[in-house]
T-cell receptor, first 117, second 113 residues
């Protein structure tokens, strides 16, 4: 399965600022997925990033708040804009890989833990 | 690392005992299910999966059971070890059209030495 590197691993941010999270994959992939994991919660899909096209956002997430770039088949960024304390979460990058029975099995990066003061 | 399971249901199991983690899924049309393990400070890792046309699948020390009638999934871990301590998530996949992975709420497993 793919190896995913995320930067930063954690950060403390001030309210109103923006932070860009980087995700690097060691192989070319068509789709990359960005998830949010709020404290003590499960994972919620923010958007799907395809190379060469606009990201597809899930209900409740908008491009102005979470702009995504996908410049090539191994890299993506997620920006959390105009942050508030409610944005304090772990943000996870993932790709689908051919493990076991299905191509839907996701491989995740270690996540970027953001704390907004 | 900081725990991601602060508010999640917790299952405490004695080392060496078997663990059973349960999950209710929501979409009766989901055709594929996955269990993930998330250790503190890490992203979720694949454990085992099962298709909707199966009711049981076994891996190394783990077994997944699927009951489509009541939309219930369980993960059984045999001879639980301290390294099994983590948060466990089930995920359902609906392959019709847009293949979307939806995660369940998660259960924190604490293994007592």
């Amino acid at each position: 399965s793919a190896v995913i590197s995320q930067k930063p691993s954690r950060d403390i941010c001030q309210r109103g600022t923006s932070l860009t999270i980087q995700c690097q994959v060691d192989s070319q992939v068509t789709m990359m997925f960005w998830y949010r994991q709020q404290p003590g919660q499960s994972l919620t899909l923010i958007a799907t990033a395809n190379q060469g096209s606009e990201a597809t956002y899930e209900s409740g997430f908008v491009i102005d708040k979470f702009p995504i770039s996908r410049p090539n088949l191994t890299f993506s960024t997620l920006t959390v804009s105009n942050m508030s304390p409610e944005d304090s979460s772990i943000y996870l990058c993932s790709v689908a890989g051919g493990q076991s029975l299905g191509a839907n099995v996701l491989t995740f990066g270690a996540g970027s833990r953001l704390t907004v003061l | 690392g900081e725990s991601v399971g602060l508010h999640l249901p917790t299952l405490s199991v004695q080392e060496g005992d078997n663990s059973i983690i349960n999950c209710a899924y929501s979409n009766s049309a989901s055709d594929y299910f996955i269990w993930y393990k998330q250790e503190s400070g890490k992203g979720p890792q694949f454990i085992i999966d099962i298709r909707s046309n199966m009711d049981k699948r076994q891996g190394q020390r783990v077994t997944v059971l699927l009951n489509k009638t009541v939309k219930h999934l369980s993960l059984q871990i045999a001879a639980t070890q301290p390294g099994d301590s983590a948060v466990y998530f089930c995920a359902e996949v609906y392959s019709g059209g847009y293949q979307k992975v939806t995660f369940g709420t998660g259960t924190k497993l604490q293994v007592i030495p």
